[in-house]
């Protein structure tokens, strides 16, 4: 079922990259950068197989070191893909977007990492309790 691919809104798939990102432990400036490099990434129809790397590799690796480098190798895919956030022609805004399987469940596996546990201890004090001020 690895082959099997789906079709998401290009922004729920930023916003599920970027929060697989900060659950595989990248700061929140290059999560969001990640994020936007993923769309960029797969409208571009690169290899999926590296945004999974470069993810294994966190909290190290290309994820937290691309969006401060000064000057990107344009032949490698994943820097070309960040390198299309700094260009002088806008990204595309697309509103519907390709993505793969199992990327999709790798990001929502590393994006599952930023929830709270469902236990009584994260339950407690929950809610707004006896009193209500609103």
């Known amino acids: 079922m690895s082959g099997v691919v789906m079709t998401h809104s290009a922004n729920e ?6 929060k697989a990102a900060r659950g ?17 990434h797969l409208s571009e129809d690169r290899p999926v197989g590296l945004l999974l790397d ?15 480098l000064a000057k990107l190798n344009e032949t490698e895919p994943l820097q070309k893909s ?3 956030l700094r260009g002088p022609d806008p990204v595309p805004v697309l509103d519907r977007l390709a ?11 590393y994006a599952m990492n930023t929830y709270v546990p ?15 001020s609103d």
Do not use: N, W
């Open 13 to 18: 798939v930023e916003m599920l990259a970027q």
């Open 24 to 40: 595989a432990g990248a700061y929140p400036a290059q999560a969001a950068h990640f994020g936007k490099a993923v769309v960029v």
């Open 54 to 68: 470069a993810l294994d590799a966190l909290p190290e690796g290309p994820i937290q070191i691309l969006p401060i």
């Open 82 to 84: 960040y390198a299309a």
């Open 99 to 109: 993505c793969p399987h199992v990327l999709f469940d790798a990001l929502t596996t």
């Open 118 to 132: 469902a236990t009584e201890e994260s339950r407690a004090g929950a809610g707004a309790g006896l009193t209500d």
